[in-house]
């Protein structure tokens, strides 16, 4: 009796999540092998055209994918080091503050991406502070353009990423135990290199589960190159929306997505298995972290 | 001079082992400057957009005046005001409703083990990891290949389904250190499953609920992903909407919006700590 009010009560959870994402993801992976003839009617005999069209054409294969995960691995390398100075410092301040300053970090976080990135745009407008800032110290001569461009979606997809990295590095580094590094200093290693040998190594978990979730974060950034790459800075998931809504071809947008699906898929894995290798390499990790 | 970031200096009561090492001035000052410089990178724009809004010409900062007309202006805007309110009732309503099945689906997963239990919480903790846009991309396809309109529930469900995992993860955690005892103690002196359960185990339970409820609604009300594949006319929520009016006009208005935004946002974060604190647990 009470076994089936169990199972019952997995019944809402599961059939929305089966009926509303279990059965469109299979759809979409279905149709991405499906084509689409010039008025946008679906044409359901099997092709991988979609996938030799995405794979042979330069356009696709580098001003898109390649853009796309470029550009998010370098936001992410950036995350992670700024991340880590910001965590490193808010947990060497004192107790009675890390709470405010952990707010402070998730703060951004509850307010509306469109509202963030249109705050980028106001920063790094032609009349924006930086642009002001490089004029008045005479390192540009007039306003620089600094929207609209590669650069400014790096910075917002930064920007967006941070406050995760700064979470999952922050917990890590907190339960390290401060007098491993005071050890070290006194036998004779300087903070930098206790740092370096010590730390560091230690707050690896955190450093990649940061990585990892920077990653899938600005891989499938939506609003940031919309707004601050300004139509220019063309990204997977914006692509696969305006092939699908704007040019109706269902089935090749279907296979961006499907592609898109199967980067995130491939750096979950290799997240996984360097998770996995590290524990195995050093033990000793495993049991400190 | 407090010294609020040598924390090595102050000792520490839960253990004595602490070796106190004095930093170097220099090192203190570094530490400050540090987090200066981190917090200024993570929250300075939104200082500027805020600043903005109080500037009677342009999007330019500093402004050259100060004037309050932005704010009525919002008054003014009936889509605003429109998408405001359709957010606000679609994030309601994805919250109640996604963290209803997240704590039944937690509940109901307790007494499972195995390899069963595994793959159910996998299936729930899934969205976590697909990317919003792929599902937002799907249900598009699959509305439009049938031939149906796009409408509130197909959007209300893709919402709940991309913030499932919250609710899902926080009760399951929450459960895991419940104990056990407390539902049995309650049904050994009579109480019948569905009393235990509503009496005893979701008031217990309150303190990942409420999280869940405020989580997902704020998930739900920032959400422009899966909107923009999924939203009719009658439903342009708050971040579309914005998105929209960026498109065509660039004054102070959208600043003040903006502004509003953020106050509420932080209003919303700094209460959430005071009923269930967010952050690390305060010494």
Redesign the interface.
């Known amino acids: 009796m ?2 089936r ?6 019944v ?3 059939s ?2 089966a ?7 299979i ?2 992976v279905g ?1 991405s092998f499906m084509s689409s003839d010039g008025t946008g009617k ?1 044409v359901t005999d099997f092709t991988l055209g979609n996938y030799t069209r995405f794979l042979t054409d330069a356009y696709y294969l580098d001003a898109l994918l390649w853009r796309t995960v470029r550009l998010a691995a370098i936001a992410t390398l950036f995350s992670v080091v ?1 991340g880590y ?2 965590a ?3 947990v ?17 976080l ?7 990135t ?3 745009m ?2 790094l ?1 032609r ?3 930086v642009n002001q800032f490089l004029v008045w110290t005479g390192i540009a001569d007039r306003p620089i353009p600094l929207l609209f461009n590669e650069t400014a979606v790096l910075i917002g997809m930064v ?1 967006v990423a ?2 995760f990295v700064v979470m999952s590095i ?1 917990g890590v580094l ?1 339960s390290i135990p ?2 491993l590094e ?2 070290a ?2 036998v004779g290693a300087t ?1 930098l290199s206790a740092f370096r040998r010590v730390t560091l190594p230690l707050s690896m978990p955190g450093i990649l589960a940061g990585s990892v979730l920077a990653f ?1 974060i600005n ?2 950034s ?2 940031v190159p ?2 601050l790459g300004g139509g220019r800075v063309r990204f997977m ?1 914006v692509a ?2 305006e092939t ?2 704007v040019s109706n071809n ?1 089935p090749f ?2 296979t961006i ?2 592609i ?2 199967v980067v ?2 491939a750096m ?1 894995a290799l997240y996984q298995w360097a998770v996995r290798s590290m524990t195995r390499a050093r033990p000793v990790l495993a049991t400190a972290g | 001079m ?7 200096r ?1 000792p520490r009561p839960r ?1 004595g ?3 106190l ?1 004095r ?1 170097s001035p220099a ?1 203190i000052a570094l ?1 400050y400057a ?2 200066a410089l ?2 200024l ?6 200082g ?2 805020v600043a ?1 809004s109080f500037n009677p010409t342009a ?4 402004p050259q005046g100060f004037t309050l007309k932005w704010y009525a202006v919002i008054l003014d805007k009936p889509d605003f005001l429109h998408a405001a309110w359709a957010s606000t009732k679609l994030a309601a309503l994805t919250a109640v409703l996604g963290t ?3 704590v ?2 937690a ?6 083990g195995g390899p069963l239990k595994g793959a ?1 919480s996998g ?2 903790m ?2 976590l ?7 937002a ?6 509305i ?2 049938l031939g149906i309109q796009a409408n509130v529930w ?1 959007l209300l ?2 919402h ?2 991309v913030t ?1 995992p919250y609710p ?1 993860r926080n009760v399951m955690a929450q459960l895991d250190g419940f104990d056990q005892r407390l539902e049995e103690a309650a049904l050994t002196v009579g109480a019948t ?1 569905r009393q235990a359960l509503l009496r005893v185990t979701l008031p217990l339970l309150r303190a990942s609920i409420v999280p869940s409820l405020v989580i997902v609604f ?1 998930l739900s ?2 959400n ?2 899966v909107s ?2 999924l939203a009719d006319k009658n439903w342009t929520t ?2 579309l909407q ?2 929209a009016y ?1 498109q065509y006009e660039y004054e102070p208005f ?2 003040a919006m ?1 502004t509003v ?2 106050v509420a ?2 209003v ?3 209460v959430m ?1 005071r009923l269930v ?4 647990k ?2």
């Open positions: 009470i076994g009010s169990k199972t019952l009560l997995l809402p959870s599961v929305i999540l009926a509303f994402f279990v059965v469109p993801l759809w979409v149709l679906l700024i100075f910001g490193l410092a808010i060497r301040s004192a107790p009675s503050w890390q709470p405010w300053l952990i707010l402070l970090v998730m703060l951004p509850w307010v509306n991406l469109v509202v963030r249109l705050s980028l106001v920063v407008g009349t924006g502070p920007q941070v406050p922050y907190q401060r007098q005071h050890a200093m006194t903070p899938g891989v499938e939506f609003v919309i707004l998931s696969a929306y699908a809504t269902l947008a279907a997505g499907v898109l699906l995130t898929m979950l | 407090g010294g609020a970031l040598d924390d090595a102050a253990d082992r602490v070796i090492m930093p090192f530490r540090t987090l981190f917090f990178f993570l929250l300075a724009p939104l500027v957009l903005v999007m330019i900062f500093p209803a099945c997240g039944f689906a509940l109901g997963l307790k007494n499972y159910i299936l729930l899934s969205p990891f697909i990317p919003a846009v792929i599902v991309l799907a249900l598009f396809q699959i439009f290949t197909v469900a893709a709940i389904v499932l899902v499953p704020i009300w920032n422009y992903t923009v594949f708050l971040p914005l998105r960026l959208v600043a903006s935004l953020i946002s932080t919303l974060l700094f700590d604190g967010l952050g690390p305060r010494k």
